[in-house]
Structures are given as structure tokens and as C-alpha cells.
Nanobody
Framework: QVQLVESGGGLVQPGGSLRLACAGSESIYKTYTMAWYRQAPGKQRELVARIGSLGATTYADSVKGRFIISRDSTKNVVYLQMNSLKPEDTAVYYC???????WGQGTQVTVSS
């Protein structure tokens, strides 16, 4: 069974940066679309960024120009580089593989001074 494990979350001040990583238990990243979602307290889970099998990327309007999704197929890892973080970015961030509807356990990101 495929497993996804997120890491890299934490507490950061507004304007700071974090890099999240999503590690897979098998070589899935070369051929599958992968995505990052987030869920803030009391809100619905929302799409943050997605990367297709050929590397095409899409972003939520709220993170365009600040976040970058990328993949390292040699390491079976998908990254989310988050820059210029804002308090409203505070949420649990989840990695998702649409094929098979596979979710990670999530990693907490808190942006606060």
C-alpha cells in the first residue's frame, strides 16, 4: 500500500519561509500528478498547488508568486517551498495523490509573530 509522509512544518514568523516535503513509499512521482492541500481550523480543505506528470504546475490564487511546488523523482519526494508566509497560511498541509486517492497524515504550519 502506498504511503505518503509529510515533513517540514513548524512555527514561522510572518514573511518567513518553510519547505514542506512529501515522501512516497514507492516510485510514484514520475508518472502521477501530485498535489498539496491545506485545511485551516473551521474551514474546508483547499487545493494549494498541483504538479502534473510532465511537470506542469497550478496554484491557488492565494499562493501564486509565493509558493513553488516541485518534485525530485530520484528521491520520490514532492516539495512545497513556501515564501513570504502570512498568518492566513496557517493550516495543516496535506500531500495527495489523486490516483488511488492517497493522502498523507498532514503537517502543521503556523505563521505567527
Amino acid at each position: 500500500q502506498v504511503q505518503l509522509v509529510e515533513s517540514g512544518g513548524g512555527l514561522v514568523q510572518p514573511g518567513g519561509s518553510l519547505r514542506l516535503a512529501c515522501a512516497g513509499s514507492e516510485s510514484i512521482y514520475k508518472t502521477y500528478t501530485m498535489a498539496w492541500y491545506r485545511q485551516a481550523p473551521g474551514k474546508q480543505r483547499e487545493l494549494v498547488a498541483r504538479i502534473g506528470s510532465l511537470g506542469a504546475t497550478t496554484y491557488a490564487d492565494s499562493v501564486k508568486g509565493r509558493f513553488i511546488i516541485s518534485r525530485d523523482s530520484t528521491k520520490n519526494v514532492v516539495y512545497l517551498q513556501m515564501n513570504s508566509l502570512k498568518p492566513e497560511d496557517t493550516a495543516v498541509y496535506y500531500c495527495w495523490r489523486p490516483f488511488g486517492d492517497v493522502w498523507g497524515q498532514g503537517t502543521q504550519v503556523t505563521v505567527s509573530s
